[in-house]
């Protein structure tokens, strides 16, 4: 099947135990599909994620690696990611395998039947997580759609996929989680067209989430998040 030049940016932040999973998942997905470039960011990981990549880099010949050395968050990772990207198609996920890589192929399925691919959008919407995180994430959605008056809904949800003249005229983008908030706003402002399709959220496989693992977490994302809301709300004012 002939699809448009993608890259996925998948930032990686000490994931060494997954990454032997996520890159032959990689492959399987590559194998199904053309022109599809997976750009792994090792964002400053702390444990032997440098060694396992440059040790299982040299097998996939679709990855392109990217190494920060000092992790300065989730969304600069990303960032760092997209400078080197060549697809026309650009987007990221996890790397957590909370959800399916191939969700990707679903997502650029979007692309491949419009002729209006520069005016897409195209964003996961979970199911299957744990009801707090429900209840949390419709919270958030409800605060985001009241505050920025863009029906706003499941904001961090992946994976995210656009054309590449979207994101070259990107002014200030956050360097944390609230990339998925600026982007998914934008695309909003833009009046591109969002589509949405439901991927299945699993539980991971080895380590622990870098925000998701306790109260303290938590509310430091939350304040993270409502300062940057509240800063997009000024500008937009």
């Keep these: 099947m002939n699809l448009i030049n993608c890259s996925i940016i998948i930032p990686c ?87 399916d890589l191939g969700d990707i192929l679903t997502g650029l399925n979007f692309f491949n039947e419009t002729d209006e691919v520069e005016r897409l959008f195209i964003k996961g919407k979970r199911y299957g997580r744990p009801l707090p995180d429900v209840f949390f994430t419709f919270c958030m959605s409800i605060f985001e759609t009241l505050l920025l008056k863009k029906l706003m809904w499941d904001i961090n949800a992946q994976p995210t996929l656009f054309h590449k003249n979207f994101y070259l005229n990107w002014e200030n983008p956050p360097s944390d989680f609230s990339l998925d908030l600026f982007a998914y706003y934008n ?36 304040k993270r998040t409502l300062i940057y809301s509240f800063s997009l709300n000024k500008r937009i004012k």
Aim: contains cysteine; glycine residues 8%; neutral net charge.
């Design 13 to 99: 932040y000490n994931e060494e135990k997954n990454l032997p999973i996520l890159l032959k998942r990689c492959e399987e997905v590559c194998f199904e599909t053309e022109n599809l470039e997976i750009v792994i960011v090792n964002n400053g990981s702390t444990d032997n994620s440098s060694v396992v990549l440059d040790d299982l880099a040299s097998k996939f010949s679709f990855i392109t690696i990217v190494y920060v050395n000092v992790n300065k968050g989730y969304g600069f990772g990303i960032l760092e990611g997209l400078k080197v990207a060549k697809g026309e198609i650009l987007g990221w996920t996890h790397s957590d395998m909370q959800t």
């Design 187 to 222: 695309a909003k402002k833009l009046k591109l067209k969002v589509k949405r399709f439901p991927v299945l959220f699993s539980e991971r496989l080895y380590g622990v989430s870098s925000w998701n693992i306790g109260f303290i977490s938590k509310y430091n994302f939350i």
